[in-house]
T-cell receptor, first 114, second 114 residues
Framework: KQEVTQIPAALSVPEGENLVLNCSFT??????LQWFRQDPGKGLTSLLL?????REQTSGRLNASLDKSSGRSTLYIAASQPGDSATYLC?????????????FGEGTQLTVNP | NAGVMQNPRHLVRRRGQEARLRCSPM?????VYWYRQLPEEGLKFMVY????????ESGMPKERFSAEFPKEGPSILRIQQVVRGDSAAYFC????????????FGPGTRLTVT
């Protein structure tokens, strides 16, 4: 059974700092991995999708890496801004259920202080 | 192209009543997924449907919960005889294909059982 863990559970940083969020998963037979952002009381916004054959994806100030063999992914946020404050969720899709479920971590709650 | 739409956004039900949650996928998407987010917990997969078919319902409680995605109209998640433990945010996601493609999430329905 796939399990996804995110560390840290919460993070508070001053504006402008670069930061790294961590995600680990127990079953390396994944199809892809997706990072989401969730604002309080809101839905999920997809940030980056990494296929199992890829090592990283970049979008603006965000960079996500994937090391499938070790079961790890990181989300790097450069030059953080107060508007980045949100909960960041990591989710994996397993290969044998490629058409089905995402398994989510419990998220990292990020606060960027002005 | 409108995103995934869910209604109602907020739903209050007394114990024992029925809750019906609706999800309209993005245009052209024929795959729908339902997830539940209990308070202070991560998102958990419930059910995966294609038009007129339930593909994977392994995450759905065996009793009181049902889901459908008819040929015409939105997908419906139905909870009969609600209990306080059903209070949660219910998210719907859709995708155009079954594999390798991002799931796009709706804003969620927040169910409160009093």
């Amino acid at each position: 059974k796939q399990e996804v863990t995110q560390i840290p559970a919460a993070l508070s940083v001053p504006e402008g700092e670069n930061l790294v969020l961590n995600c680990s998963f127990t079953d390396s037979a994944i199809y892809n991995l997706q990072w989401f952002r969730q604002d309080p009381g809101k839905g999920l916004t997809s940030l980056l999708l990494i296929q199992s054959s890829q090592r990283e994806q970049t979008s603006g100030r965000l960079n996500a890496s994937l090391d499938k063999s070790s079961g790890r992914s990181t989300l790097y946020i450069a030059a953080s801004q107060p508007g980045d404050s949100a909960t960041y969720l990591c989710a994996v899709r397993n290969r044998e259920t490629s058409g089905s479920r995402l398994t989510f971590g419990e998220g990292t709650q990020l606060t960027v202080n002005p | 192209n409108a995103g995934v739409m869910q209604n109602p956004r907020h739903l209050v039900r007394r114990r024992g009543q029925e809750a019906r949650l609706r999800c309209s996928p993005m245009k052209g998407h024929s795959h729908v997924y339902w997830y539940r987010q209990l308070p202070e917990e991560g998102l958990k997969f419930m059910v995966y449907l294609q038009k007129e078919n339930i593909i994977d319902e392994s995450g759905m409680p065996k009793e009181r919960f049902s889901a459908e995605f008819p040929k015409e109209g939105p997908s419906i998640l139905r909870i009969q005889q609600v209990v306080r433990g059903d209070s949660a945010a219910y998210f719907c996601a859709s995708s155009p294909l079954s594999s390798g493609i991002e799931q796009y999430f709706g804003p969620g329905t927040r169910l409160t059982v009093t």
